[in-house]
């Protein structure tokens, strides 16, 4: 039996897991991520201290396989990474990183979108990426550097993604890789190329030679060092794939690889995507990137404003419930999926807008809670918050369905898809079946695909998919449902509408 570690980089957490080349989860490591916050709107973590939790999972994950299930590290074939998109990663001509890491909710550039739109850049921009430039892309970071702190732009050797940063440590060889770069604003996405044209426009045409060669998700993109060996218990010379954006590595392990279904994940992003063999060029979705399938875009439509919004309300307001979960041994978000269990879709019209990091429209936006009143409670609130999350999701997914005649279904990942009751709250407010696939770590099993690809234990990702996705759950909407969440979701768009 052939083994593949996928190691995947998110928003909170670095996960490394060991699949069989069935797709069988064998053992898997995780640790939650700092995220430094100095300033308002500013996300960012440390790099150094980003390699050293990646190679503490990767040896805990290497540890177990070999004591507990008896595989060896020359067992393991192959390893590739998936990472969060957007933000930026830069490595220094001194050999350190330059700075810290920004992470993809990261807004201090707002202003440089903001001009390009008004400059007209933007629109010349769009001719080559297919997508509106973020705050959180690269290009406009960049910017904010050379505005803010010029000796960081002068240092810069390479400018990397999260995911490239992970696999140039694990190799020391410097490359792109297609999908994340497709999604950063940075690449010629129509002739598939970096285009000095491009970095022109950006006003950033001295780090032309900073964008690493580019490399596919399935390419060998190095091997696995001494020093990282001695490190993790990988063996010596172990290939490394290049890996993908991370909402690619979870629609593949979807079993994307047709256009039947649409792809939901419910992560620190709310990301919503199809695949096309043609792009959407008429501005009304927010990027068409490269897939990880030659002949396929990713459609998508995408915002910081899911299960990261959750994460953040039970941290700052559920103290107490953490502590009855502690007690009553079990997870802080069953605990509250009960709560929010004994409120009905029409028992309240609370509503949340979920834009701790921004919205969809503006990256500047803030959260709210709007409609509450004495007789609410807590489990009320929770409820709220779980139907916003939804919503936002919603109108994402009515801007992709406006370019497709029907969808089979939405293959759901990311946080939501743990719980049961949030699954049905999805299925009733998009009033479409919802498929969940079997496993808990979608991105990490993406990279176990592309790690077998690369090998040629699989022709290619359909082949893959056959043998390493299984469909778990298909959870049917409750028609009886649509009329109340029709009604929240029009005061959802009023109030977003008012106050974004």
Known sequence: MNYFLGLDNGGTLVKAVLFNQLGEEICAASRELRLITPRESFTERDMDELWSENIAVV??????ARDKHNIQAADIKAVACSGHGKGLYLWGKDGKPCCNGIVSTDARAAEYPKKWQADGTADKVFTKTYQRTLASQPPAILNWFKDNQPEIIANIKWIFEAKDYIRFRLTGEAFAEFTDYSGSGLLNVAERRFDTELMEFYGLSELYEALPPLKTSTDLCGRITKEVSEQTGLAEGTAVAGGMFDIDACAIAMDITDEENIAVIAGTWSINEYIAKTPVLDGSVMANTL????????IEESS?????NLAWFVDMFLGE????????????????????????????NIIFLPYIFGSNYNPTAKAALLGMDSHHERKHIVRAVLEGIAFCHRVHLEKLLAHRASTNAVRLAGGAAKSKLWVQI???IFKLPIEIIETNELGALGCAMAGAVAC????????????????KHRIEPNAANFAAYDEKYELYQQMSEKLT
């Open 426 to 428: 999805f299925a009733d």
């Open 456 to 471: 040629e234990v699989y022709a290619d990702y359909k082949d893959a998919a056959k043998s390493m996705v299984k469909i």
């Open 321 to 348: 419930e953490k502590l009855a979960a502690k007690e009553r041994g079990i997870s802080v978000y069953r605990h509250i999926d009960e709560m929010a269990a004994e409120v009905t879709p029409n028992e309240q």
């Open 291 to 298: 897939y990880c399938m030659d002949d396929y875009y990713l």
């Open 59 to 64: 040896r805990e994950v290497v540890i177990n």
């Open 304 to 308: 910081p404003t899911s299960a990261g």
